[in-house]
């Protein structure tokens, strides 16, 4: 379950740094508004399944702003961007801590139905949510790799300038990698929010993760990214069971930070800057 | 430079100096105590300043390097036994060493790769210190009682309000005058050099490694002489220090003051921290503040306050 949905949010960050060059600081917000969102959306309507919908679109049009009228007019210059969205961070943030407050809130698990091997027990939704979970990869993934919008994401990805002098349009194809990114990250936090609880503080740890995850499995590779976050999704599980989770969460930062150091581009990827 | 506009400027700083020093007759208690705090982080920020002003290295995790001060201190006082002294110097030497291994390991990393290299090593940094909560008392903390100096048979505590404010405005004023003093020098040059451009620095026969070095354990020690001074005025030490709010505090500071100035950060950490001040009075999202400056900076000023002045005005600021 954690593995999927780390892998959603992660693939969000990595298409956005494989494809514009820039790390995005807020990407954990964004997974945290989808998780506000859909609390919001299923409190007020009773339906989960039309939040799952809401979410991800609605926190796809915040950034769609937000690289409409900061990162767009700063020109994607790598370190104006990080401070930029260290900035975007903090209003998202504080915007949800003085409308949503600072609780933790769930929502009701939309399905019950609990699956029991005979070793042990497995909650019916944990499932659900690895399934839409995979089914959202595989869209993103047969988006990139059949549509023209794909084609043109990877065109950019490869060589911005040849790209623009073939006719791409580069600046609309940005817009829509950063919403798409975010998309992912708010269907991931949406997803989780019957299993967790919506917090205003929860995007700091998903965007920790997520570089974690970006960063072994390779900056701007997207397969790099879909196999670390397995790994890391599910030995974060077990170590997790064995050690205490901060000893986990030291380890895994530690091991990135080292991994990054020496090999600039992380373990299969690109150089990075 | 010529020698006369160094010699302006110089006098500019020890001006600047002398009014906060004078200040402390005039201000009214709270605002007295207020930028007594304001001095200490100042210095946070000036440290800070060393990497991103004078080196071109934007880092994210200098709450590390300020917190390594602070635990320095504040352990070897509480566990050990350590006075006020010795408790600094253990401050700086942990500083130092925390400065030593972060700067090797990030050798070969620039622009983003450093940003995010930084972050995770502070990020680690600090979950050790929750997960040591017996010893450091995790995010709670623990609180020190009846610091003090005694110098030359008087006996100076910390909590009177007028040796909290001295002491900041001697360890500010320290801190500044190195980052005046490295503006002028030739090393200082040199990381300025670094900054504009590494490959050519380097093809001039300057040993880069070194000078990145040099420059992080400087930004380094400057800011767990800060986290240090912290400790031991304002008698609390706890995790917070070490967040990531922490981190992004002296970049903030450092930008809206201007970078690569030597006075910016001191005036971006006292319009900062009073703006955050009235704002947390108005809203419990106090920190929309934070986040709308760094926006709003990145758009229209990228120069900073002292920064746009030398710019139009002052272009001899150093």
């Known amino acids: ?273 | 430079m010529t020698d006369d506009r160094r010699g302006l400027a110089l006098g500019l700083h020890l001006g600047v100096l002398a009014l906060l020093g004078a200040l402390q007759l005039v201000l009214p208690p709270f605002h007295h105590g207020m930028v007594a705090r304001v001095m200490v982080l100042a210095a946070y920020a000036v440290g800070y300043n060393v990497l991103l002003g004078y080196t071109g290295l934007m880092s994210l995790g200098h709450a590390m390097f300020f917190a390594a001060g602070m635990y320095g201190t504040g352990l070897t006082i509480q566990h050990w036994g350590f006075g006020a002294g010795a408790g600094f110097l253990a401050g700086i030497v942990a500083g130092l060493a925390v400065a030593a291994a972060v700067g090797l390991v990030t050798l070969r990393t620039a622009g983003p790769a450093f940003l995010i290299v930084t972050m995770m090593l502070a990020q680690a940094f600090n979950l050790a210190t929750l997960y040591f909560n017996d010893v450091t008392g995790g995010d709670q903390g623990f609180i020190l009682s009846g610091l003090g100096l005694d110098l030359f048979g008087v006996r100076l505590a910390f909590a009177d309000p007028a040796v909290k404010y001295n002491a900041a405005l001697v360890v500010f004023a320290a801190c500044l005058l190195l980052s005046f003093w490295l503006t002028g020098s030739p090393a200082g040059r040199v990381l300025l050099a670094l900054k504009e451009n590494e490959e050519r620095t380097r093809l001039l026969g300057y040993n880069t490694v070194r000078c990145r070095l040099f420059a992080v354990v400087v930004s380094g020690l400057l800011s767990a002489v800060a986290g240090s001074t912290y400790t031991l005025l304002f008698s609390y030490v706890g995790s917070t220090f070490g967040g990531i709010l922490y981190s992004i505090y002296p970049l903030l500071w450092t930008l809206l003051g201007g970078a690569g100035t030597t006075l910016g950060p001191l005036v971006g950490t006292l319009v900062m921290t009073y703006f955050v001040d009235v704002a947390s009075a108005i809203t419990t999202g106090y920190l929309i503040v934070v986040g709308a400056a760094l926006i709003v900076m990145v758009l229209w000023a990228p120069a900073g306050i002292v920064g746009g002045i030398r710019v139009r005005w002052a272009p001899w600021l150093p």
């Open chain 1, 1 to 273: 379950m954690g593995a999927l949905v780390l892998a959603l949010t992660a693939l969000g960050l990595s298409l956005v740094f494989g494809v514009m060059r820039i790390v995005n600081v807020a990407h954990g917000e964004f997974f945290m508004l989808g998780a506000i969102v859909a609390w919001y959306v299923s409190t007020l309507t009773g339906s989960f399944l039309l939040a799952l919908l809401v979410a991800p679109v609605a926190v796809a049009g915040v950034a769609v702003l937000a690289d409409r009228f900061v990162l767009r007019r700063i020109g994607y210059e790598p370190e104006s961007t990080i401070v930029a969205t260290i900035g975007l961070l903090y209003i998202l943030q504080q915007t949800v801590l003085t409308t949503y407050g600072p609780y933790a809130r769930p929502v009701e698990a939309p399905v019950y139905f609990r699956v029991d091997f005979p070793w042990f027990g497995y909650s019916g939704y944990k499932l659900v949510v690895a399934g839409v979970a995979a089914v959202l990869l595989l869209v993103t993934w047969m988006a990139l790799s059949r549509t023209t919008l794909g084609l043109q994401m990877r065109a950019t990805q490869q060589d911005r300038e040849m790209a623009q002098a073939f006719a791409v349009p580069v600046g609309r194809v940005y817009t829509v990698v950063f919403g798409v990114g975010a998309g992912l990250a708010a269907a991931a936090g949406a997803l989780i929010v019957p299993v967790q609880q919506a917090h205003y503080l929860m995007g700091l740890d998903a965007l920790l993760m997520s570089f974690v995850v970006v960063i072994l499995g390779g900056l701007g590779s997207l397969r790099g990214t879909l196999v670390a976050a397995f790994v890391v999704g599910l030995s974060d599980g077990a170590i997790s069971v064995l050690f205490s989770p901060t000893l986990a969460k030291i380890v895994a930062t530690l091991l990135v930070a080292l991994v990054l150091a020496v090999r600039g581009r992380g373990l299969f990827g690109e150089e990075l800057a």
